[in-house]
């Protein structure tokens, strides 16, 4: 059973544009969710997170969005740029186990 | 330059030979983990190790052993190898104190069994 869905598995979206990545999770118990950005053949690399305890977590284009209610967490980025072209992961962890569930990729285009 | 060293980068392998893929990190990190990555499912944990000699066992440890019996390594061990292993492999590693808790990933590891 699957914890951790990202259901598109790919998106396309002209520079300058938003881009908005979309993940859900199923276990109530989750309260820490991260972002990677994985280019190919390179290890995943962390871009941002966000505790149970907000809704919104910024860092420059970055802008992360935690909907507890309907466990659902976003992912903008604001303005898209051919560079962030990659595979983006969403996971989540229960409180201090370190023990992340992923989901399974949306890959990102970025058109110029 | 802080970061997580895997080795090798590529291995081919026969069914049934032994093999270990060796992991370093150079951030005193006490939390280390294993991860494959396979399409369609994304990145799923192995083990995971949270100290010295403290291991456990993450979603899908069949086939796989591991030790941590220094805190910079975390080497994964394939006794056995068979062809449903092929994978991309990644070792990763967090302080665990950090505002984010994020994960710093190697290069990975593409194992392919024959």
């Known amino acids: 059973d699957q914890q951790v869905k990202q259901n598109s598995p790919s998106l396309s979206v002209q520079e300058g544009r938003i881009s908005i990545l979309n993940c859900d999770y199923t276990n109530s118990m989750f309260d820490y969710f991260l972002w990677y950005k994985k280019y190919p053949a390179e290890g995943p690399t962390f871009l941002i997170s966000i505790s149970s305890i907000k809704d919104k977590n910024e860092d420059g284009r970055f802008t992360v969005f935690l909907n507890k209610s309907a466990k659902h967490l976003s992912l903008h980025i604001v303005p898209s740029q051919p560079g962030d072209s990659a595979v983006y992961f969403c996971a989540a962890s229960g409180s201090g186990t370190y023990k992340y569930i992923f989901g399974t990729g949306t890959r990102l285009k970025v058109l110029a | 330059e802080a970061q997580v060293t895997q080795n090798p980068r590529y291995l081919i392998t026969v069914t049934g030979k032994k093999l270990t893929v060796t992991c370093s990190q150079n951030?005193?990190?006490?939390?280390m983990s294993w991860y494959r990555q396979d399409p369609g499912l994304g990145l799923r944990q192995i083990y995971y190790s949270m100290n010295v000699e403290v291991t456990d066992k993450g979603d899908v440890p069949e086939g796989y052993k591991v030790s941590r019996k220094e805190k910079r390594n975390f080497p994964l061990i394939l006794e056995s190898p068979s062809p449903n292993q092929t994978s991309l492999y990644f070792c990763?590693?967090?302080?665990?104190?950090?505002?984010?808790?994020?994960?710093?990933f190697g290069s990975g590891t593409r194992l392919t069994v024959v």
């Open positions: 990763a590693s967090t302080d665990g104190t950090t505002s984010n808790y994020g994960y710093t």
């Open positions: 951030m005193n990190h006490e939390y």
